[in-house]
């Protein structure tokens, strides 16, 4: 057996158990919506949050990698299209 322990953000340990022949994995009896909602919270403050210049950098980096497929989609198509008008006329 394959014993498995999570600790959450107010000190509880649930413990998980899964089989390893029959791959079941039990979960928690219940669902906890405000301890979830908490444990979100607690990681959202964890995150590095870009600044807006890097915000821009990247976003401009995006636009333009997506501009170059775009393009290099579009000339292969263009390509194509003529090959096959030209073979099959």
């Not at 899964?18 to 791959?23: A, F, I, P, T």
């Not at 979960?27 to 908490?38: D, E, M």
């Not at 403050?45 to 989609?73: D, F, M, P, Q």
Request: glycine share 6%.
């Amino acid at each position: 057996m394959l014993h498995t322990e999570m600790q959450y953000a107010d000190g509880d340990v649930n413990a998980l158990t899964e089989e390893k022949s029959s791959g079941a994995q039990q979960l928690p009896s219940s669902f906890n919506l405000k301890r979830f909602l908490g444990e979100v919270n607690a990681e959202m403050k964890k995150v590095s949050w870009s600044n807006r210049e890097e915000l821009i950098s990247y976003t401009c980096v995006v636009g333009i990698a997506v501009a170059i497929v775009c393009a290099l989609i579009w000339i292969c198509d263009t390509g194509f299209a003529r090959l096959f008008k030209l073979i099959l006329s």
